[in-house]
């Protein structure tokens, strides 16, 4: 997947969310460096619906 | 955090938000981080911290200066100051990565060779236009010697489905955000200023 789609998908699920984009997006890049990973691909991304759960673990402290 | 936002001025064409970068000139550079997607962030001005979350391995909060570039639909160059060296990114997205030679010699480091507490002397648009990418292009010089130059890269191919009901956002070529308003630019020769409500 290409870099502009990366950052497509998770502006998407941070705006349906209605979550802040910039910490949204450290967050996923802090639980992939503390090795929870996603399965998009051996990068370790985060699927659609992994990331949408990821927005709610985030949500669910504000 | 969310802040309301309303439109203050935008434009298309020649970069006429210049006055807008002066928000960055004399800050001092904090530390960079890449962000999901391998978007790179500068942060300058004073640190801040977010508010404690918790995630499967403890706890995490975000950290981020007062003014922060974000370099998202483009690619990168950052020449060192005080230590000879050269950082990139963003260039496996571009046709033309001999864009990165020339600007100086050195290593290829992942991370930016700025020295942190060096200050923004100059943050300065230009237009670029080339092979499927018009737009506008970036160059910071910071008291160090250090300079960052920013580049538009061609709009990628959607290749894969998305959710029914979801609509991709455009990506934004670079973006300055600051106490006073976030500043978007691109992609292509459109730019829009927002400021927060009651600034």
Known sequence: MGRKRDLKRVDAVAREFGLDRDEFGAYLEDCKAHGDRGTENDRGDFTWAEMREKARELKDQQ | ?199
């Open chain 2, 1 to 199: 955090m969310s802040i309301a936002i309303e439109p203050r001025s935008s434009g298309i064409g020649v970069p006429s938000f210049g006055n807008h970068l002066l928000q960055l000139v004399g800050e001092p550079f904090l530390f960079s981080r890449r962000s999901y997607g391998d978007e790179l962030v500068l942060h300058f001005g004073e640190r801040l911290l977010g508010p404690v979350r918790r995630n499967k391995h403890g706890e995490f909060r975000y950290e981020h200066g007062t003014h922060s570039l974000h370099l998202r639909g483009s690619a990168w160059v950052i020449k060192g100051g005080r230590i000879p060296s050269i950082a990139n990114g963003g260039f496996h997205a571009d046709p033309q990565p001999e864009l990165a030679e020339g600007v100086g010699q050195g290593n290829n480091e992942r991370e930016p060779p700025i020295t942190p507490g060096a200050r923004v002397t100059a943050a300065i648009p230009f237009s670029v236009e080339r092979e499927a990418v018009k737009g506008f292009g970036l160059r910071i010089d910071l008291a160090d010697g250090s300079s960052a130059i920013v580049l538009p890269t061609p709009e990628e191919l959607d290749e894969e489905p998305i959710p029914v009901g979801t609509t991709l956002p455009e990506i934004a070529d670079w973006e300055l955000r600051t106490p006073h308003g976030i500043l978007v630019v691109g992609p292509g020769l459109k730019w829009e200023f927002t400021t927060p409500e009651g600034v």
